[in-house]
């Protein structure tokens, strides 16, 4: 039987680069896209990796993709829909430019590249792809509101996929990974000429999330989705502060976890919340 191959976007840094070596670790075949020209060797020196140029904000682009995909190793048996950037501040604050652009990429380019896969599953009964979402679509985190729309854009449309593909075979999972250290929060596409009023609040809430994990954890349970065989579960979770969202909003129900999440982002943790939410472990210095 040939190895099976991964199509993976994003893959210049991050969790897409470390999804890449997780794959090929386990010997898959991968197919992996970066943005730039600059970025096409970053995957040197690993066995039966094609790395191929995408810009995921080129809709055309994305939706000949699988055929391109497919081109490289003969087969495709999963999709990670990885590639994607943080738009932050306040909304006032953020050009309707920056929010159009932030769905741009975390949302319409994605979807493209869902409908580019889609047929090549759907015809060979079997195919996983896997939407990444965020914890940030699971509650309200303030000067992220664009891009948590955009993330939970992700997270339902994955939801609607799931019910309507599984009848093919084909399985639709949406990762919330919590909060990991990567470039994503050195990329940040953030919001200008912020009236002062935001400063003291924007300041105080960033200092509450200095801590982040390790990746290596996200491209595990990557790994995990793709090849777990689960038909049934959508919503998977990475992190500390991802792993525990399930139990907790179970234990709270809906409407207290939104009220103690939202006085945790004011630095106003309760004592209930410190006990039942753990807190990123910090990823190790290179
Ligand atoms: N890190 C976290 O805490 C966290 C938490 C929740 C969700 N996420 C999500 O996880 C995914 C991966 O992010 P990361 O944390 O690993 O950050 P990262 O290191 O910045 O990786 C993001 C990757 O997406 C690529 N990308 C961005 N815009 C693109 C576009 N228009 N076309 C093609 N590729 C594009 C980047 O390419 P360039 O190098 O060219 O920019 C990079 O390869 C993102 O969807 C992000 O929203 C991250």
């Not at 010997?27 to 020209?37: P, Y």
């Not at 590249?113 to 990444?132: C, D, H, M, W």
Request: hydrophobic residues 45%; negative net charge; without cysteine.
């Amino acid at each position: 039987m040939p190895a099976k191959t991964v199509v993976i976007t994003g893959t210049s840094s991050g969790f897409g680069h470390l999804a890449v070596r997780r794959f090929a670790d386990a010997g898959w075949n991968i197919v992996a896209t970066v943005r730039k020209k600059a970025d096409l060797d970053v995957h040197s020196g690993l066995d039966n990796v094609k790395t191929l140029l995408l810009d995921v904000d080129d809709e055309q682009a994305d939706l000949a993709f699988a055929d391109l995909a497919l081109s490289q190793f003969g087969n495709v048996d999963a999709l990670i829909n990885n590639a994607g950037y943080f738009q932050g501040g306040p909304l006032e604050a953020s050009t309707m430019d920056q929010v159009h652009r932030q769905f741009q990429t975390n949302v319409f380019g994605l979807i493209a590249l869902n409908k580019a896969f889609i047929p090549l599953f759907r015809k060979q009964r079997s195919g996983v792809i896997v939407n990444v979402s965020s914890i940030s679509a699971d509650g309200g985190y303030p000067y992220t509101s664009v891009y948590q729309a955009s993330k939970a854009a992700v997270a339902s449309l994955t939801e609607g996929l799931h019910a309507e593909l599984a009848e093919f075979g084909v399985i639709v999972k949406a990762l919330h990974p919590g909060s990991h250290e990567t470039k994503i929060f050195s990329k940040v596409d953030r919001a200008e000429d912020v009236p002062a009023d935001y400063d003291a609040g924007w300041a105080a809430f960033a200092s509450l999330n200095l801590v982040r994990s390790d990746p290596a954890g996200t491209a595990e349970v990557m790994f995990r989705m793709v090849t777990d065989g689960d038909r049934k579960k959508v919503h998977y979770y990475s992190g500390p502060d991802g792993e525990a969202i399930p139990r907790v909003k179970q234990l709270l129900g809906q409407d207290w976890y939104f009220e103690e999440l939202s006085a945790r982002n004011r630095g106003q943790a309760s004592p209930l919340w410190t006990a039942v939410m753990p807190t990123p472990v910090a990823a190790p210095a290179e």
